[in-house]
């Protein structure tokens, strides 16, 4: 699903890791904003753990539509992410969806053997009829490969302040079926107004694309905080109807 889900994760991207962020156990919350003309209302709301551990990082993503929402699209996913310390590249990436009734699970081991990364995914589907369907896909890139979880923290890692605005990157991205092309390009520093104050931000635009240059989903924006820990302060894509829009909320 790349409408609530994708708005959310994608908190994507990837270039070079510049200037490292200090990770440390921590969670970090956003609310999820429905918006169509006048009409402004929280749809669903996520939180986002990592934990440390001596040789790797887990981070743990939960998202879930709100009561009035699952009258339309009832949403409870979880995505895993196992990363490596050194430069927040994944080595283990799972995903639970529960979505419209249907249930996904999709579990991606990853490898490395130089500049090539390799995905072995097992992928199981559930539809609303109960029929259940199994296979095991061999996912291939060259150079650095990220999941819908580890771009979260591999974003943070970069020092946008050395950008020029239109600078433009492109890197992989391991999807339980598929690999795609992820680009980013950092478009400045803007200030954003949220919940009554203004935050400078580092602004970027992300765009999914397959190996043939197709688009495989609509366009995402990112305000990033200009400070040290650089968290995404907001997300915004666009549905079929209106628009989704991620604010976060506080940490703990």
């Given at each position: 699903?790349?409408?609530?889900?994708?708005?959310?994760?994608?908190?994507?991207?990837?270039?070079?890791?510049?200037?490292?962020?200090?990770?440390?156990?921590?969670?970090?919350?956003?609310?999820?904003?429905?918006?169509?003309?006048?009409?402004?209302?929280?749809?669903?709301r996520a939180t986002l753990r990592l934990a440390a551990a001596p040789d790797?990082?887990?981070?743990?993503?939960?998202?879930?539509?709100?009561?009035?929402?699952?009258?339309?699209?009832?949403?409870?996913?979880?995505?895993?992410?196992?990363?490596?310390?050194?430069?927040?590249?994944?080595?283990?990436?799972?995903?639970?969806?529960?979505e419209d009734g249907r249930f996904d699970h999709d579990v991606i081991h990853i490898s490395r053997s130089g500049d090539l990364f390799t995905g072995t995914s097992h992928r199981?589907?559930?539809?609303?009829?109960?029929?259940?369907?199994?296979?095991?896909?061999?996912?291939?890139?060259?150079?650095?490969?990220?999941?819908?979880?580890s771009v979260f923290y591999y974003l943070r890692m970069l020092d946008f302040a050395a950008m020029q605005p239109g600078y433009t990157k492109t890197l992989n991205i391991f999807s339980g079926k598929r690999k795609e092309l992820l680009t980013i390009r950092y478009v400045g520093k803007e200030n954003l107004k949220l919940d009554g104050r203004t935050y400078p931000t580092y602004r970027i635009s992300f765009t999914f694309t397959d190996e043939k240059s197709s688009k495989t989903s609509d366009d995402i924006d990112t305000?990033?905080?200009?400070?040290?820990?650089?968290?995404?302060?907001?997300?915004?894509?666009?549905?079929?109807?209106?628009?989704?829009?991620?604010l976060y909320t506080g940490s703990n």
């Open positions: 699903m790349k409408t609530l889900f994708i708005s959310l994760l994608i908190l994507l991207s990837a270039l070079i890791p510049a200037s490292a962020v200090d990770f440390t156990d921590e969670t970090l919350n956003y609310k999820v904003m429905f918006k169509w003309g006048i009409v402004q209302k929280q749809a669903g790797h990082f887990q981070a743990t993503l939960y998202a879930r539509s709100e009561p009035w929402a699952d009258h339309f699209y009832m949403l409870r996913d979880t995505l895993i992410s196992v990363m490596d310390r050194n430069d927040m590249l994944p080595r283990r990436y799972e995903r639970i969806a529960h199981m589907r559930r539809k609303k009829k109960g029929d259940i369907s199994r296979s095991e896909i061999t996912l291939k890139a060259e150079g650095p490969t990220v999941d819908l979880v305000w990033i905080s200009t400070a040290a820990d650089h968290i995404p302060l907001k997300l915004e894509g666009k549905l079929k109807v209106g628009k989704i829009r991620c």
